[in-house]
């Protein structure tokens, strides 16, 4: 009988690296659900054993996926521009590969870590308010519930949270006139909205709304998007 991992996966040169790549192509295509480590073998052409020369079990191999596409967003440098700026740019960065990868990065959400792209993930977050010069546990109470926001708005975006899904407009249409058979008035008002979803107007709604507590709570002026930072006179 052949020894556990000595098969194909070594004479192809396979490496821990590869069989991440290969388990994110999986799931992105797939989705989580129907990932496992003998269809991720199939995909590779090597026999089931030999992934566990790089990988102990799939649970780890998911905190892998997680850990590489964590470790893969291109969070944009903390000099230059205002805080406010560098957090929406640094907000930007997180969504867009969200949306890159809207079936694994899931995995980002929802899996605690303590990777070091995980550290990073924090450390950038931290430095971008870092001009404010708050105490510490006030830094940690504002990357909390930046995150808290985050990983809300983005599983909601990619299906993952209360959601109504996709609708034509016969099906918004539908939806506005259930909600509204309610007869309550405020449902009955905003009926039109919550039958239907702007993503990337909702997520900047939050995002700004954010910002501009957080700029009113510190005492600082709120830059509103494409708004000039006010001079400050001298």
């Given amino acids: 009988m052949a020894a556990r991992g000595t098969g194909r996966g070594r004479r192809v040169g396979l490496t821990r690296e590869?069989?991440?790549?290969?388990?994110?192509?999986?799931?992105?295509?797939?989705?989580?659900?129907?990932?496992?480590?003998?269809?991720?073998?199939?995909?590779?052409?090597?026999?089931?054993?030999?992934l566990?020369?790089?990988?102990?079990?799939?649970?780890?191999?998911?905190?892998?996926?997680?850990?590489?596409?964590?470790?893969?967003?291109?969070?944009?440098?903390?000099?230059?521009?205002?805080?406010?700026?560098?957090?929406?740019?640094?907000?930007?960065?997180?969504?867009?590969?969200?949306?890159?990868?809207?079936?694994?990065?899931?995995l980002v959400l929802t899996r605690p870590t303590q990777s070091p792209a995980a550290l990073e993930a924090m450390r950038s977050t931290l430095a971008c308010l870092d001009e404010l010069r708050l105490a510490p546990e006030e830094m940690v109470h504002v990357l909390r519930?930046?995150?808290?926001?985050?990983?809300?708005?983005?599983?909601?975006?990619?299906?993952?949270?209360?959601?109504?899904?996709?609708?034509?407009?016969?099906?918004?249409?539908?939806?506005?006139?259930a909600i509204a058979a309610s007869g309550d008035p405020i449902l009955t008002a905003t009926a039109p909205y919550l039958a239907d979803s702007d993503h990337d107007a909702e997520f900047a709604y939050g995002l700004e709304l954010m910002i501009s507590g957080l700029a009113a709570k510190v005492g600082v002026p709120y830059e509103a998007q494409g708004r000039p930072r006010p001079r400050v006179s001298t």
């Fill in 145 to 177: 519930g930046y995150t808290a926001f985050m990983v809300g708005s983005i599983m909601r975006e990619l299906g993952y949270a209360i959601y109504l899904g996709a609708m034509d407009s016969d099906q918004v249409q539908q939806r506005t006139e």
């Fill in 18 to 50: 590869k069989v991440i790549a290969a388990a994110v192509t999986m799931i992105d295509r797939d989705g989580p659900d129907a990932f496992s480590l003998r269809r991720l073998a199939t995909e590779l052409g090597i026999e089931n054993m030999s």
């Fill in 52 to 106: 566990y020369n790089h990988v102990p079990n799939k649970e780890a191999l998911l905190d892998g996926v997680a850990e590489a596409l964590l470790a893969g967003i291109a969070f944009p440098e903390e000099e230059g521009g205002t805080w406010q700026k560098r957090i929406r740019a640094h907000a930007a960065a997180f969504r867009a590969a969200a949306k890159q990868h809207p079936k694994a990065f899931p």
